[in-house]
């Protein structure tokens, strides 16, 4: 494993109208995957959001490859979103009125990156590519959410719950996909998961509760 982290929290805290947590310290490193698990309302989504660079921490700095994500201008921020962070959320945010196939076209265009059918295969969507994102199940759509952030080639990939609209052995090849990625590509990734099993096959495993990430491997 690198010596180096690809990815840093320093010190984040965040509240609504009750602190979610405090100085919050987390290292990433190139091939290694992390898990945050914990109870719902401990704030695991919002601090998925803070590292993601999709909301701003109340303290704390974010450090992407030596640089403070925070303390970059609008563009040099969108720039790092665009080309090296993917995201998987909890809701697909696919384009419905596209084919599966041309939700795939456009993540492969904006990265000039050509789609790998081999992946389409690995989750098992091969066959639908054809058809409309209304006409795929919850599952067919989060698989194709998954590959259209793998195709991307991301270097580090932020999940939020990826697992949760399939069965269990889904499931279980989505996350041997996802591994695979993160060691072949020399990324990262961190991941949400109220699954304790999936949580475990993690390098790192931490849990968020009362305000503190504590470590559970």
Do not use: W
Not at 39 to 45: I, L, V
């Amino acid at each position: 494993m690198n010596n180096q982290p690809i990815l840093q929290a320093q010190k984040l805290s965040y509240e609504f109208d009750y602190p979610l947590f405090n100085d919050i310290n987390l290292e990433l490193y190139p091939q290694e995957t992390i898990a945050i698990m914990g109870a719902s309302g401990t704030g695991k989504s919002t601090l998925l959001n803070l590292l993601c660079s999709l909301l701003k921490p109340q303290s704390g700095e974010v450090v992407f490859q030596n640089k403070k994500i925070y303390s970059l201008k609008k563009h040099e921020l969108l720039k790092i979103r665009r080309d090296d962070f993917g995201i998987i959320f909890q809701a697909h945010y696919l384009f419905r009125g596209f084919s599966a196939y041309e939700n795939l076209q456009v993540a492969s265009l904006l990265s000039n990156n050509t789609i790998n059918n081999e992946l389409l295969k690995e989750l098992n969507i091969d066959f639908v590519m054809n058809q409309g994102v209304g006409e795929l199940s919850g599952g067919q759509q989060q698989r194709l959410s998954i590959a259209r952030v793998l195709t991307k080639k991301p270097k580090v990939i932020f999940a939020d719950e990826p697992t949760g609209n399939l069965d269990k052995k889904t499931a279980q090849e989505v996350i041997n996909t996802l591994f695979r990625y993160v060691k072949n590509n020399h990324a990262g990734m961190i991941i949400v998961t109220h699954e304790k099993e999936i949580a475990m096959q993690c390098n790192k495993v931490y849990e968020l509760n009362d305000l503190e990430l504590r470590v559970i491997k």
